[in-house]
C-alpha cells in the first residue's frame, strides 16, 4: 500500500483549497469524496458573497473552476467513503472503505456537514418521496406543488424563494414570529407573492403512505393542531457535521463539531479539520477556503518536521 503525504477527505471549497495548496507546496495529496465533488457549493443556485464575482456565480460554475485548478496541479478526486481512520504504530493515518485502505502521513477532515432531521413520524419513511433537504436537488419534482419548507435562517428563505419558480405555493414554517435570514433575503420573501408564512409552529408528523400527503402541524404559543395538505416538504433546520469516522480520535464539542486552533490543528497531531465541519463561528464558501489553505500549510510543517526526524 503506496502511502501518500496527505489524504484530503471532502471536495468542497475548503478541501479543493487545501489541495491546491498542498500540491503547491509539494506534497503527495489525494482528495478523497464519497459523492460528488463540489460539497453543498454543487446545489447552490446563486454565490453573490464570494470575492471576485459581483454579478454573482452559480454553485456548479464555481466548482468546476475549482476543480479544474485543482486536476490542473495534477491532483487527483477518488470516490472514497472514508468509514474509519486509526493510526499505526508507525505514525501513518490509515483510512478505511468500501473501497479498501489507504494510507498517508497527514489527513485534512473537510467533509462538511449533512441536512439536520425534524425526527418526527413518517419523515425517514417519507424521504425521497416527498420529504428532502435539498430544494435544488428536488425542485423539478415539485413543479405544480404545494410545498412546505420548514426553518427560518438564510438557507430555507433562499431555497423556498427558490421553490416558488416551481411549486404551485410555497409556505414557510416557523417556531418563532420572525425570520433569522438575512434583512435582503427576508424582503424578497415578503415581497414574492407565492410565498406564505406559518408563524410560531412545528411540524409533528408528516403523513402520506407511498409519498406526502400533508403534515400535522402545532402552533408552540396556543397548541392548537391542523393539516396542511401539502405535496412535498423541505427541511432546513441546521445541519449536523459529517465527523463519524474520527469520533473517538480527535476532540468534539458539545454539537459534534471538530475542535481546532487557528491553524486548523486537531489534538492529533498530523489530523485537521477545514470548513464546515470544525467548530467557527461563520460557515460559509470564503472561510472554507481560508481554512483549507490554512490546514494545508500547518500539515506541510507537520510533514517537514517529520522528515526532518527521520534524516
Given at each position: 500500500?503506496?502511502?501518500?503525504?496527505i489524504v484530503?477527505?471532502?471536495?468542497g471549497?475548503a478541501g479543493?483549497s487545501?489541495?491546491?495548496?498542498?500540491?503547491r507546496?509539494?506534497?503527495?495529496?489525494?482528495?478523497?469524496e464519497?459523492g460528488a465533488?463540489?460539497?453543498?457549493?454543487?446545489?447552490t443556485?446563486?454565490?453573490?458573497?464570494?470575492?471576485?464575482?459581483?454579478?454573482?456565480?452559480t454553485?456548479?460554475e464555481?466548482?468546476r473552476?475549482?476543480?479544474?485548478?485543482?486536476?490542473?496541479l495534477g491532483?487527483s478526486?477518488d470516490?472514497?467513503?472514508?468509514?474509519s481512520?486509526?493510526?499505526?504504530?508507525?505514525?501513518?493515518?490509515?483510512?478505511e472503505?468500501?473501497?479498501?485502505?489507504?494510507?498517508?502521513?497527514?489527513?485534512?477532515?473537510?467533509?462538511?456537514?449533512?441536512?439536520?432531521?425534524l425526527?418526527v413520524?413518517?419523515e425517514?419513511?417519507?424521504a425521497?418521496?416527498?420529504?428532502?433537504?435539498c430544494?435544488?436537488?428536488?425542485?423539478?419534482?415539485?413543479?405544480?406543488?404545494?410545498?412546505?419548507?420548514?426553518?427560518?435562517?438564510?438557507?430555507?428563505?433562499?431555497e423556498?424563494?427558490y421553490l416558488?419558480?416551481?411549486?404551485?405555493?410555497?409556505?414557510v414554517i416557523?417556531?418563532?414570529g420572525?425570520?433569522?435570514?438575512?434583512q435582503a433575503l427576508q424582503?424578497?420573501?415578503f415581497?414574492n407573492?407565492?410565498?406564505?408564512?406559518?408563524?410560531?409552529s412545528v411540524?409533528e408528523?408528516?403523513l402520506?403512505?407511498?409519498?406526502?400527503?400533508?403534515i400535522?402541524i402545532?402552533?408552540?404559543q396556543?397548541g392548537?393542531?391542523?393539516?396542511?395538505?401539502?405535496?412535498?416538504?423541505?427541511?432546513?433546520?441546521?445541519?449536523?457535521?459529517?465527523?463519524?469516522?474520527?469520533?473517538g480520535?480527535?476532540?468534539?464539542?458539545?454539537?459534534?463539531?471538530?475542535?481546532?486552533?487557528e491553524?486548523?490543528c486537531?489534538n492529533v497531531?498530523?489530523l485537521?479539520a477545514?470548513?464546515?465541519v470544525?467548530?467557527?463561528?461563520?460557515?460559509?464558501i470564503?472561510?472554507a477556503?481560508?481554512?483549507?489553505?490554512?490546514?494545508a500549510?500547518s500539515?506541510?510543517?507537520?510533514?517537514t518536521r517529520?522528515n526532518?526526524k527521520?534524516?
Amino acid at each position: 500500500m503506496t502511502a501518500q503525504d496527505i489524504v484530503i477527505v471532502g471536495s468542497g471549497p475548503a478541501g479543493l483549497s487545501a489541495a491546491i495548496y498542498a500540491s503547491r507546496a509539494g506534497l503527495h495529496t489525494l482528495v478523497v469524496e464519497r459523492g460528488a465533488p463540489g460539497g453543498k457549493m454543487r446545489v447552490t443556485e446563486s454565490i453573490c458573497n464570494y470575492p471576485g464575482f459581483p454579478d454573482c456565480i452559480t454553485g456548479p460554475e464555481l466548482v468546476r473552476q475549482m476543480r479544474r485548478q485543482v486536476e490542473k496541479l495534477g491532483v487527483s478526486i477518488d470516490r472514497f467513503t472514508v468509514q474509519s481512520i486509526v493510526r499505526d504504530d508507525d505514525d501513518y493515518f490509515i483510512l478505511e472503505g468500501p473501497e479498501g485502505r489507504l494510507k498517508t502521513r497527514a489527513v485534512i477532515i473537510a467533509s462538511g456537514t449533512g441536512p439536520r432531521p425534524l425526527g418526527v413520524e413518517g419523515e425517514k419513511r417519507l424521504a425521497g418521496k416527498g420529504v428532502s433537504y435539498c430544494a435544488v436537488c428536488d425542485a423539478e419534482n415539485f413543479r405544480g406543488k404545494d410545498v412546505a419548507v420548514v426553518g427560518g435562517g438564510d438557507s430555507a428563505v433562499k431555497e423556498a424563494i427558490y421553490l416558488t419558480g416551481y411549486a404551485r405555493s410555497v409556505v414557510v414554517i416557523h417556531r418563532r414570529g420572525e425570520l433569522r435570514a438575512t434583512q435582503a433575503l427576508q424582503e424578497e420573501a415578503f415581497a414574492n407573492d407565492r410565498l406564505s408564512f406559518v408563524w410560531h409552529s412545528v411540524v409533528e408528523k408528516v403523513l402520506g403512505d407511498q409519498q406526502v400527503k400533508g403534515i400535522a402541524i402545532k402552533n408552540v404559543q396556543t397548541g392548537a393542531q391542523r393539516i396542511l395538505p401539502v405535496q412535498a416538504l423541505v427541511v432546513y433546520v441546521g445541519n449536523q457535521p459529517l465527523t463519524q469516522p474520527v469520533e473517538g480520535l480527535v476532540e468534539l464539542d458539545q454539537n459534534g463539531f471538530i475542535i481546532t486552533d487557528e491553524n486548523m490543528c486537531t489534538n492529533v497531531p498530523g489530523l485537521y479539520a477545514a470548513g464546515d465541519v470544525r467548530r467557527k463561528m461563520l460557515r460559509d464558501i470564503v472561510t472554507a477556503v481560508s481554512d483549507g489553505a490554512l490546514a494545508a500549510l500547518s500539515a506541510k510543517n507537520y510533514i517537514t518536521r517529520l522528515n526532518t526526524k527521520v534524516s
